[in-house]
């Protein structure tokens, strides 16, 4: 019978990654504070605590922020299913919300998870007040890279004018979009938005004016865009003639 000897090696404790590490300190921090709070095991709902300084954060998960990043993000968008409890986003605290998309988006800038929850997940909720404030929270971030970023103000305009029913919001945010943009950082369409809310709100001369300016400033050098808003045009003179008549 032939016998065979395992050489076992024992290792440092510093082959152990960073982010395990960070995830068993904030493992036990987590479990600190739950049994701190004392939080009752039946179908008891917790609300959402507020954020720990960005500092504090660093230093438990020993500065890996963008994993940081994603579990906070992970954790954040599973707070409304607790044990035994499905939570509506309207039970939900909205400014402690934005101070945890904030957190991580600090932690994280090139994240698109924060202002993609922002615009498409927590805006569907029947609270006005709750959407407005997601949508401060994209503007906000869209106003830093605006280049980067004019993808959520679309989606933005669309909870303003067709959930909200907000054209005069949709309007605002539409704006930033032409203002704060150039033709190399968004396309024609999305910095056009703003003409089609004023037709929805007939103000047709206003729409007329930013047409006629988009034209005559000489950033349209595609010239099926031209063509596009030159038809816009006379189709807006159109009905203003016949809204005189």
Not at 29 to 53: A, D, F, M, Y
Not at 69 to 85: C, E, V, Y
Not at 189 to 209: C, V
Request: proline letters at 4%; a neutral charge; charged letters at 30%.
């Amino acid at each position: 019978m032939q016998f065979y000897k395992f050489n076992q090696e024992v290792r440092s404790i510093s082959f152990i990654p960073n982010s395990v590490w960070f995830f068993l300190c904030l493992g036990l921090l987590l479990q600190i504070g739950w049994h701190s709070q004392k939080v009752e095991r039946s179908l008891k709902i917790s609300n959402l605590p507020s954020t720990p300084k960005e500092s504090v954060i660093r230093i438990f998960s020993l500065d890996e922020k963008i994993a940081s990043s994603k579990f906070l993000m992970l954790w954040l968008q599973a707070f409304d299913n607790q044990p035994g409890i499905s939570l509506s986003f309207k039970q939900l605290d909205y400014d402690r919300l934005i101070s945890w998309l904030n957190l991580i988006y600090e932690l994280d800038p090139r994240s698109e998870y924060p202002l993609l929850s922002a615009s498409r997940i927590y805006t569907e909720v029947p609270d006005n007040v709750k959407r407005k404030k997601m949508l401060d929270f994209v503007l906000e971030k869209f106003l830093e890279e605006p280049g980067k970023r004019w993808q959520w103000m679309t989606h933005a305009i669309y909870v303003a004018k067709h959930k909200m029913k907000d054209l005069d919001l949709a309007l605002r945010l539409a704006r930033k979009i032409r203002e704060n943009t150039s033709e190399n950082q968004a396309p024609y369409w999305a910095r056009q938005m703003e003409i089609f809310i004023l037709e929805d709100k007939g103000e047709l001369e206003s729409a007329m004016i930013i047409i006629g300016g988009l034209l005559d400033s000489g950033e349209l050098d595609d010239p099926h865009q031209r063509e596009f808003l030159e038809q816009r045009l006379k189709e807006i003179e159109q009905r203003q003639s016949e809204n005189l008549n």
